[in-house]
């Protein structure tokens, strides 16, 4: 054999060997993860032929599959469409997609999870009808209804999470959408409602709960502002802090007024700490917020969560507080203004972490994941997601935003027979009208049951707004047994 003939020969050896290593890697290595890219077609094709498991609401289905005279057999279908449509999305063959807990619970829904492997063999074995596992959810359909209803026709969110273990009981957008007229088969029809929805200036398909659209907080950020200025300047509810009529920052000839240019107090430029909560006074915090320091005010925002993405396993985009560019920057952001942007679920976790003594539990919206016959694959356990304050700083803030509900901004959040502590907020957008109106609070009982955050899209004022559909949640919560 000549050297041409030798060389050739361990070309096509060593082509052959890396063809074998290749399909050995995408056969047996890559397949799992291939097989379960929701971006696969052939995946997406073969799930459309499947009796895909129901996602459950309280023990009764929110969404199902239903018979369907088609090549693919089944139809999924809504129930309260609008109601859920944030966090079921929807399964359409129309578009080759799937979103929400349809995309996210896929491998339980469309029964390829690794946990249901027993079920396909007994399956395969008896010749039954593949079907998909079921995924049960958090959600209070009580609180999920009132909800909806105290929102009334405002766009804007309600969140509701219960403290102790980082259940989310209710999650509200509005406006929402019928994901039914995406999931039907008519393709022509499926192709409209979706230009419609794209093209709707209320954007119905965003997600305001989770963060598909970020706020400006106004003044429920004092929450973290005083946590910053107790823990950081060894601050107390009854501490005595400046409170003038208006402040000019170093640096800048930029003047901040507290809301509607009132004088915070009595006027004599010095308040409690409390009292400046209460009023919800601008000048105070960002004094507070300077005197803290920008990089301490942003650690504090930070074990509160800002700035980091998790999943519930809905995506939640991260709510944002910027390292301040200069002092003018800090002293806005002090107070929830310029560059700070928050999602309603953040808000409501930050209620909670107060109302459980410092500790953040963990959000979740996936109670378990069932077989198709409902019995029980796994089941969620509540976690400990940090301890951005001290339990002495949750029980003053506790003590302040009491103080609000009672005394000062929040009274219409109250209810007569159960405390309830919270903060408002007017957001300044810039538009004229245009304010966002919030709410976020607890029952400040010894086991709360329930943290919330109301955001009103140009709502106008918190006190007015937002706090009175706070306190329709509160009392459909706490007012049933």
């Not at 950020?221 to 910053?228: G, M």
Request: glycine fraction near 8%; include cysteine; aromatic fraction near 8%.
């Amino acid at each position: 054999m000549n050297l041409a003939i030798r060389k050739l020969t361990a070309i096509i050896i060593v082509m052959f060997l890396t063809l074998m290593m290749a399909v050995t890697y995408i056969q047996f290595i890559r397949a799992p993860q291939l097989n379960a890219d929701t971006r696969n077609v052939r995946t997406l094709w073969r799930e459309y032929g499947t009796d895909r498991g129901p996602i459950i609401v309280a023990n009764q289905p929110i969404v199902t599959s239903e018979p369907h005279d088609d090549e693919y057999k089944y139809l999924r279908t809504y129930h309260q469409p609008e109601l859920y449509a944030p966090l079921t999305g929807y399964f359409s063959t129309t578009f080759n997609s799937m979103t929400g807990l349809e995309r996210e619970e896929n491998s339980v829904l469309g029964g390829s999870d690794s946990a249901l492997f027993s079920q396909r063999i007994e399956q395969l074995i008896t010749g039954k009808q593949p079907k998909g596992g079921a995924v049960a959810l958090t959600i209070d359909p009580v609180i999920q209804q009132t909800a909806w209803d105290a929102l009334g026709d405002h766009r804007g969110a309600v969140v509701a999470i219960e403290p102790g273990t980082g259940k989310i009981l209710a999650a509200v957008s509005k406006p929402s959408y019928d994901p039914n007229l995406l999931a039907t088969r008519d393709s022509t029809l499926a192709n409209e409602s979706w230009t419609a929805m794209n093209n709707d200036d209320q954007q119905p398909l965003v997600n305001r709960a989770f963060g598909g659209k970020l706020y400006p907080p106004g003044s429920v950020f004092k929450i973290v502002t005083a946590a910053a200025m107790i823990e950081k300047l060894g601050l107390n509810a009854d501490s005595v802090v400046e409170a003038p009529f208006s402040y000019t920052p170093p640096g800048t000839t930029h003047e901040i007024f507290n809301a509607y240019q009132q004088q915070c107090g009595d006027g004599s430029g010095q308040v409690t700490l409390a009292t400046a909560f209460a009023e919800s006074c601008n000048t105070p915090f960002a004094i507070g917020g300077v005197n803290v320091g920008a990089e301490p005010l942003v650690e504090t925002a930070r074990e509160f969560g800002f700035d980091q993405d998790f999943t519930i396993p809905l995506q939640v985009m991260a709510s944002k507080f910027p390292f301040p560019e200069d002092t003018a920057a800090l002293a806005m952001d002090s107070f929830g203004q310029r560059d700070v942007e928050v999602s309603p679920l953040a808000m409501a976790l930050i209620g909670a972490t107060v109302a459980n003594g410092g500790v953040m539990m963990k959000p979740y919206i996936v109670a378990q994941t069932l077989t198709a016959d409902l019995a029980l694959l796994s089941e969620t356990q509540p976690t400990h997601y940090g301890t951005p304050i001290k339990p002495s700083t949750a029980a003053i803030l506790r003590s302040m935003m009491i103080g609000v509900v009672n005394n000062g901004t929040g009274t219409k959040a109250g209810l007569s027979n159960v405390q309830i502590a919270g903060k408002t907020g007017t957001a300044e957008t810039g538009k004229e009208g245009g304010d966002h109106s919030w709410f976020v609070g607890f029952d400040a009982v010894d086991q709360p049951r329930i943290a919330l955050a109301v955001v009103v899209e140009e709502g106008g004022s918190g006190s007015q707004v937002a706090a009175p559909i706070a306190r329709e949640i509160f009392a459909s919560a706490v007012n049933r047994d």
